[in-house]
């Protein structure tokens, strides 16, 4: 499955590294799936959760250097002078880092398929095919979760607000790790704070009945930044939708060197706000 419209969104780089899904390997979760039905024995549990377990540590000091290396990578792409050589060599030792993660997942699967006996594999691959298509559903519903998302912020015309970023760096984690059914959880969790099925308020915004405070110019910029500052952190829909529409009213009021409306605003902007 190709995230790259909702890693995009959350302006978060996918760096390539996937789970290995091949016809004839079955992961460890598939395998803890159907322990029952695969009638493992005691020993061969031991050994399935030792080689996970095993892996698993290794394969985060390796998740680490990938990481580390995307970051150099993107410092690297921010400054000016910036030559192809040296954007080629380090792009080249992110995928020397993603390479040894790649190799620890293939040889964790093998070892993995290798404590299986001719007849649990064979069953356990069936099964497993059973599950790719169920997790082809679940992803085709990520994606259109996070699409929705997407175009319900696009429409604002506005830069994606700081908190959903940080959200968006957490599921995009669980992407990278393969936690799907996390991940259409925490999307589920997001789009219910965003309030995205809420119907949009059509009235326009009466600033008339609102104190301007103090409207000498410093004062009226200090209050503008803490507002904006403010507004950043905001998901919710709906109060996005009525500072927008703060926002152009506050262009115009700037327009027409109208202090006392840009006052009023702000104290409109800064009781939506809780400042």
């Given amino acids: 499955m190709n995230f790259r419209f909702l890693l995009t969104f959350f302006t978060l780089p996918l760096t390539g590294v ?4 091949f016809e004839g390997l079955v992961t460890p979760d598939s395998i803890a799936a159907h322990r029952a039905a695969l009638d493992l024995t005691a020993d061969q549990e031991s ?12 394969a985060e000091s390796l998740e680490a250097a990938i990481h580390s290396e995307e970051e150099e990578l993107k410092d690297l792409l921010k400054t000016d002078s910036l030559s192809p050589e040296a954007a080629d060599a380090q792009l080249q030792d992110l995928l020397d880092a993603e390479a040894k993660l790649k190799r620890l997942q293939l ?17 356990a ?19 259109a979760k996070a699409d929705r998302l997407k175009t319900a912020f696009e429409e604002l015309d506005l830069t994606p607000p700081v908190t959903l970023a940080m959200r968006g760096t957490e599921i995009t984690e669980m992407l990278r790790r393969f936690e799907l059914t996390e991940a259409d959880q925490a999307l589920d969790a997001l789009i219910a704070e965003t309030g995205i099925d809420e119907a949009a308020d059509t009235e326009p915004i009466d600033f008339s009945t609102e104190d301007p405070g103090d409207i000498d110019l410093e004062v009226l910029k200090q209050r503008y930044e803490t507002v904006t500052e403010a507004a950043g952190k905001v998901i919710s829909l709906p109060l996005l939708r009525q500072l927008v529409k703060g926002r152009d009213a506050l262009e115009l009021a700037k327009q027409n060197e109208d202090a006392t409306q ?14």
């Fill in 125 to 143: 691959i069936k099964l497993a095919g059973q599950n790719r298509e169920e997790t082809a559903a679940l992803e085709a519903r990520i994606e």
């Fill in 107 to 123: 040889k964790t699967l093998v070892t993995l398929r290798s404590a299986l006996t001719p007849e649990q594999l064979a069953k």
């Fill in 47 to 58: 050994q399935l959760s030792q080689v996970y377990e095993s892996a698993k540590a290794e």
């Fill in 262 to 275: 840009v006052g009023r605003i702000l104290t409109w902007a800064e009781k939506k706000l809780a400042l």
């Fill in 18 to 21: 996937s789970g290995l899904d």
